[in-house]
């Protein structure tokens, strides 16, 4: 089960036509992207999607393996030297693109520009917790009350107004990383833009693609690295059938219909995924207790799952099993459901109710509503009529005011449970429930004050996913494996926990049987 950002719309004729390699060429690893980002600005970045470029051409102080964890880039080393004071010592050995060294006023003139009132960033979130922060963003207090300074080139600090024992996770995300100068270049001139990351960009094609070529002053990864392209293919079928030709060497999404003919392939790639998809329950429901515990008691998980081929069982969180204790689920119960559903008042009952979703998704999401449509018609007798919108329109009806029912995807930009859990805090900017609770903000303050993958927090995880629960504000939607298809001629690509591609070990050709991460 997977949801998307908007897409961008090309011509696939068009990409066939450019994208062809001839034998004489230098192999080129070719994917796609459903949207195009609109600007090279990471302050800027509007879809997760847009991670799988960004992560390539620029790199923050550390980044993220599913083996390794937490790998240093641009630090050296990073040290909490209080609970309200980090330190970071930067590599020596990071550099620009254009051969001069990577300095810590390069990382506080991009944390000012991203905090800054006229960028309008809306990943300002990630540093809200850093001293002053929000003051800035919102324009009550000037930059250079910050809490972030350089000491000499080679040390940064960060000051903090409330402990945050994630920061060395957000420091991973694509927004958070360094940068050369204070203005960047428009698309059509990317090939300008100065980097760190293990690619430069050489040529963008609105509309079309982007071409990357490796950076020869980035000191990790594999040296002999084969030129990139990203196509933007705005159809999962037609980036399906463009992979198919050979025309593109990796497939971000496999349509789910076609998963049983490639499973057991070397070609085929099941990555799981922190996320916390569900479907959520919006203000009109808010004081309907009863139907929202008869709509999510009435759903036969286990037929979702085999309509989908999932690995993750829909009704459980779409959280690592090893981030709680216990398994906290919400299970088919219809003899249940139909006791909630007969408490409800007769006139709501013969309401229908919209469910609302974004066409970004595909067929897949659209599959999904439909079963669900289908479920709690023939389990409750309940009418739900289907809305897909474009999604821009779906993000929009969301911060206005949630429709009745609606289908939500949440990629995390970091491995932890705290990060799933304030998505539904009373200050979370995706608190799309509406939920307003002091004993569960109790729980995320607690969260926020123990280390991370500790008992304790595995404790307070499972409580705040069974206080979601217990109360029908959600149905969460499963362990989420986004499902790949990669060339096996092309190996060392990784695909972390968060969906960012890392194609720092890329390289062409290999010995039988050795694969991408």
Not at 117 to 137: G, I, Q, R, Y
Not at 238 to 261: E, H, V
Not at 405 to 415: A, D, S, T
Request: one cysteine or more; charged letters at 25%.
């Amino acid at each position: 089960m997977r949801i998307y950002s908007a897409f961008f719309v090309v011509s696939a004729a068009c990409l066939v036509s450019q994208g062809a390699m001839s034998q004489t060429e230098t192999p080129v690893f070719r994917f796609h992207m459903p949207s195009e980002p609109s600007s090279v600005d990471p302050a800027r970045l509007q879809s997760t999607d847009a991670s799988f470029f960004f992560t390539n051409v620029m790199r923050g102080l550390y980044s993220y393996s599913n083996a390794k964890g937490l790998t240093p880039e641009g630090a050296k080393s990073c040290a909490f030297a209080s609970d309200l004071k980090l330190v970071c010592t930067l590599d020596r050995n990071a550099k620009w693109s254009d051969g001069t060294r990577v300095v810590a006023g390069d990382y506080v003139r991009a944390f000012k520009h991203l905090l800054s009132p006229t960028t309008k960033s809306s990943v300002v979130e990630l540093l809200k917790n850093v001293k002053n922060a929000m003051a800035v963003h919102g324009g009550t207090m000037p930059i250079d009350q910050l809490g972030i300074r350089a000491k000499g080139d080679g040390e940064l600090i960060f000051e903090f107004q409330k402990r945050d024992p994630d920061f060395l996770y957000k420091l991973t995300a694509s927004p958070l990383v360094p940068s050369k100068t204070d203005a960047y270049p428009e698309r059509e001139a990317a090939d300008k833009l100065i980097v760190n990351g293990p690619y430069k960009i050489v040529s963008w094609k609105i509309g079309r693609r982007v071409r990357l070529e490796p950076n020869a002053n980035y000191s990790r990864g594999e040296p002999a690295r084969p030129p990139v392209e990203i196509l933007f293919v705005d159809e999962d079928e037609t980036a399906y059938n463009l992979y198919r030709k050979g025309d593109l060497s990796f497939l971000r999404r496999l349509p789910t219909t076609n998963i049983p003919q490639y499973k057991g392939r070397p070609e085929f790639f099941q990555k799981p995924v922190s996320r916390f998809d569900y479907i959520g329950f919006g203000q009109d429901l808010k004081n309907q207790p009863d139907l929202r515990a008869a709509l999510s008691l009435s759903l036969d998980f286990k037929e979702l799952q085999k309509i989908y081929d999932a690995l993750g069982i829909p009704g459980c969180p779409s959280l690592p099993e090893s981030w709680m204790d216990d398994a906290h689920c919400v299970k088919f119960d219809l003899a249940r459901a139909k006791e909630h559903f007969a408490k409800v008042p007769a006139e709501i009952r013969a309401k229908p109710l919209r469910l609302v979703f974004s066409k970004a998704g595909g067929d897949d999401i659209k599959k999904g509503a439909e079963w669900l449509q289908a479920q709690w018609k023939k389990n409750l007798g309940f009418e739900v009529r289907l809305e897909g919108t474009e999604n821009g329109v779906f993000l929009s009806m969301l911060r206005s005011e949630s429709p009745p029912i609606f289908r939500k995807g949440v990629g995390l930009e970091r491995p932890t449970c705290l990060a799933a859990l304030e998505t539904f805090s009373s200050e979370g900017s995706e608190n799309f429930i509406g939920l307003d609770d002091a004993k569960y903000e109790k729980i995320i303050q607690r969260l926020e004050t123990v280390s991370n993958r500790s008992a304790k927090r595995r404790k307070l995880c499972g409580e705040g996913v069974q206080y979601l629960l217990d109360r029908h504000l959600l149905v969460p939607l499963g362990r989420i494996h986004f499902t790949m298809l990669a060339d096996p001629t092309f190996v060392g690509w990784e695909v972390n926990e968060m969906n960012q591609l890392d194609l720092s070990g890329l390289r062409f050709g290999s010995a039988p049987g050795s694969k991408g991460r």
